[in-house]
């Protein structure tokens, strides 16, 4: 008897349920999809119990944008390659991207002839940049060889996820509730936050997190 053939195992991630839905019959037909599920957090607790072979993932889903997300995995030693579906054709975005460590990025009109390429291209190993925005990326880096400074980048792991979760609409209480911390270490934060990017409203700090990408308009 001929063994079967095991085919590699995708994780997808994204909020936007018809997208979901057209990705779960393109990735069907070539590989293995274990799971799909629609915020950053969701996609490190799948990551850590399916263990998929690769993950394709969106950059702006709610509670933990996808960056964060894969920032998050690879500070816990998970090294599964991710490549990033996305509308967002910013090279800014692209170089965050891979600077977290993904393995590909591609925009989201060019899924059907694109995402497959840069799965299989992520799981042999290599790199995956949509032809759309290599060019603009690779010159980025011959004139810009290391990223500008990022304000958000002096922010903790925690921060971060509280200063997405404030820009989602979430109250103090309901963001303690969700990182199960209490209220006023919420509070701490946000004022910590403020401090340090030197913002003084909450407007401001919501303003912050819309520019850099924590949140989705």
Known sequence: MIAPVLRPRVLLADDHRLVAEGLKTLLAAHFDLVGVVENGRALIDAAAELRPDVIVADIGMPVLNGIDALAQLRRGGDRVPVVFLTMHREVGYAR?????????????????????????????????????????????????????????????????????????GHSAKQIGSQLTISARTVEFHKYQMMEVLGIHSNADLIHFAIKHGFVEL
């Open 96 to 168: 965050r991207a891979l600077e977290a460590g993904a393995s590909g990025y591609v925009l989201k009109h060019s899924a059907p002839t694109e995402l497959i390429a840069a799965v299989r291209a992520a799981l042999e190993g290599r790199k995956y940049l949509t032809p759309a925005l290599a060019g603009e990326i690779l010159e980025s880096y011959k004139q810009e060889p290391t990223s500008s400074a990022d304000p958000s980048a002096s922010l903790t792991t925690r921060q971060r996820e509280i200063l997405q979760l404030l820009a989602e």
